[in-house]
């Protein structure tokens, strides 16, 4: 059971990037997908995560970022807009089996599989 992460990279305050999450198995098998980052010295922040009952986003990138998901290719999105220095950080990519409430999705104790992350660096 794997999760690749890619899609990161260099770009300027106002930018875009699209992060993408592949999984190595059926989709199905994974019923909750998550989005955290890690910026140096702070702790990991989840994100964004996308079930089949919805998506939730944390409050600092809701209206910016959309997260999606694609079953036929096994693959979850997280398309970043109007990119922030402050968005600056490691992005990973989490999965587990099990739905959990919208209000516990960005919590990263429930994941159970995780990707090796990804670089996003936003310059001002």
């Known amino acids: 059971v794997q999760l690749q992460a890619s899609g990161g990279g260099l770009v300027q305050a106002g930018g875009s990037l699209r992060l993408s999450c592949a999984a190595s198995?059926?989709?199905?098998?994974?019923?909750?997908i998550a989005w955290f980052r890690q910026a140096p010295g702070k702790e990991r922040e989840g994100v964004s995560c996308?079930?089949?009952?919805?998506?939730t986003y944390t409050g600092s990138v809701r209206g910016r970022f959309t997260v999606s998901r694609d079953y036929a290719k096994n693959t979850v999105y997280l398309q970043m807009n109007s990119l922030k220095p402050e968005d600056t950080a490691v992005y990973f990519c989490?999965?587990?089996?099990?739905?959990?409430?919208?209000?516990?999705?960005?919590?990263?104790?429930?994941?159970?599989?995780w990707g090796q992350g990804t670089q996003v660096t936003v310059s001002s």
């Open positions: 989490a999965a587990r089996a099990v739905r959990v409430p919208s209000s516990a999705c960005l919590n990263s104790i429930h994941y159970d599989y």
């Open positions: 198995r059926s989709s199905l098998d994974y019923s909750l």
């Open positions: 996308i079930s089949r009952a919805g998506t």
